[in-house]
């Protein structure tokens, strides 16, 4: 059963920093794409960065490029996202995802079969 687990979210001030992590169980996932996504209160779930796997490629969002580095351990399993100079623009629940298609990195949420549960984000400006 695959499952993914993300922590590291929190309150922040503006201009911080935070790391989220997602540890990915039940198989082995090197060869797939992972993504972040996020969803503020009363919008829909919009995408933030996302890593191939084997020698990676990495999308970003426009609004995260230059400020977020999406990053991945040698295993495979276990996704980072380090989002610095924070905005208030930037809470949400953060989501990681997984996919299931081998080869593909997408952009879009329903690309992705896997997710977990979240983690908050919270900027205070």
């Known amino acids: 059963q695959v499952q993914l687990v993300e922590s590291g979210g929190g309150l922040v001030q503006a201009g911080g920093s935070l790391r989220l992590s997602c540890a990915a169980s039940g198989g082995t996932f090197n060869m797939y794409a992972m993504g972040w996504f996020r969803q503020a209160p009363g919008k829909g779930r919009e995408f933030v960065a996302a890593i191939s796997g084997g020698a990676p490629t990495i999308y970003y969002a426009d609004s995260v490029k230059g400020r977020f580095t999406i990053s991945r351990d040698n295993a495979g399993n276990t996704v980072y996202l380090r989002m610095n100079s924070l905005k208030a623009e930037d809470t949400a629940v953060y989501h990681c995802?997984?996919?299931?298609?081998?080869?593909?990195?997408?952009?879009?949420?329903?690309?992705?079969?896997?997710w977990g549960q979240g983690t908050q984000v919270t900027v205070s400006s």
């Open positions: 995802a997984l996919d299931r298609t081998w080869g593909q990195l997408s952009r879009t949420v329903s690309d992705y079969y896997y």
